[in-house]
């Protein structure tokens, strides 16, 4: 791992390559947020260079907890898998889903699908299972006309807002994730799991500790896993806030959508739910105190056409915000 001076030296020498480093846009002075590498001018080969410095960019990554290539010459989704590709050639499937996505080639995917007028709350991709990608990488091919951005926030400093107590509850009992898939309501479990095998649906939960349970009437299977609330970076060994019980608890809907689907199914059965992993129920001021220390350490930027996102899934927890007209955005996850 560079050291600061290593890294503060690296920038140097890439300034005189045309390559200029800086902060977010709109960060405060002084603060230590995702880096942004710029690159100047239309011969910029961006292949070689993330291949030359991809170890450079590993430590910067796990300082920073994100970086921005904005610049880049980069104007297709192929050219962002060949991106992806030199930085990390194991690609992982989206399996064991918690979002609709369209697979837009190889292991390259759509960002979430949710309607316009929705906000996706941040958080740090699969936190809601025992398995989850070091990397997410973002693509912008389409600006929304307005809004339409992707926050991030460190997880380091959202750990550090959570009340101390809070923590250490999470900490002892984790976060028990309760899933009902019933027929055309929020995903089927085909989808989920990627398969239309009930056999292949009980190894996966076999092989991922998932309690699960097939049943007749309005949910045809039910699955409970009790997962971490923080963990420990492997490379940096410091603490973060790594779960998703604000926005898995059915409290993270709207007032009419949430009695909606009590109405309709019962509230037994609703798609999906968390609680501590001791089943005791979360306690709503808790749930807007988290909700509340996600918003605080909120980072939100522009996308520019062709800018890529590289975050350290465990350090940065992501989310996004409503918007109008057409929008797109590419994901892979390493």
């Known amino acids: 791992m560079l050291s600061d001076s290593n890294i503060k030296s690296w920038f140097l020498k890439e300034e005189e390559k045309g390559l200029v480093p800086g902060l977010i846009p709109g960060l405060p002075l002084g603060s230590s947020g ?32 994100g970086i921005l290539l904005r610049n880049f010459n980069i104007h297709s989704v192929s050219e962002f898998n060949r991106i ?34 929705r906000v996706i709350p941040l958080h ?13 990488f973002f693509f912008s091919v389409i600006i929304a006309s307005e809004g ?20 250490s509850k999470f900490e002892e ?16 479990w085909q989808e989920v799991f990627q398969t239309e095998s009930q056999e292949a ?23 409970r896993q009790t997962c971490q609330a923080t963990l420990v970076h492997p490379t940096s060994g410091e603490s973060v806030w790594f779960n998703q019980a604000h926005l ?3 409290s993270s809907l709207d007032e009419v959508s949430r009695l909606s689907l009590i109405k309709e199914l019962g509230e037994e059965n609703i798609p999906r739910n968390a609680s501590y992993g001791n089943g005791e129920p979360f306690e709503t001021d808790i749930l807007d105190h988290i ?39 590419a994901v892979a996850m390493a």
Not at 151 to 167: C, G, H, L, M, T
Not at 201 to 223: A, M, P, R, S
């Open 34 to 65: 995702p880096l942004v590498l710029e690159a100047q001018g239309k011969t910029f080969n961006p292949f070689e260079w993330v291949k030359e410095h991809k170890s450079s960019l590993e430590s910067c990554l796990v300082k920073h907890g």
């Open 84 to 117: 992806v590709q030199s930085l990390s050639p194991d690609l992982l499937d989206y399996v064991y889903r918690s979002t609709p996505r369209t697979k837009l080639g190889g292991k390259i995917y759509t960002a979430t699908e949710y309607p316009a007028d």
């Open 124 to 136: 740090n991709e699969n936190a809601y299972s025992k398995s989850w990608p070091q990397k997410i």
């Open 148 to 167: 339409g951005e992707t926050p991030i926030a460190d997880s380091r400093d959202v750990y550090k807002q959570i009340d101390p107590e809070v923590r």
């Open 173 to 188: 009992y984790g976060v028990m994730y309760t899933r009902n898939y019933s027929k055309e309501i929020d995903l089927s």
């Open 201 to 223: 649906v009980n190894q996966y939960c076999k092989d991922h500790d998932i309690e699960f349970e097939w049943k007749k009437g309005i949910t045809e299977l039910t699955t």
């Open 248 to 250: 898995f608890h059915i």
């Open 291 to 329: 909700r509340d220390a996600y918003e605080k350490e909120k980072i939100k930027f522009k996308w520019h056409k062709g800018d890529i996102m590289i975050l350290d899934n465990i350090l940065m927890a992501h989310g996004r915000e409503t918007y109008k007209g057409e929008r797109k955005v």
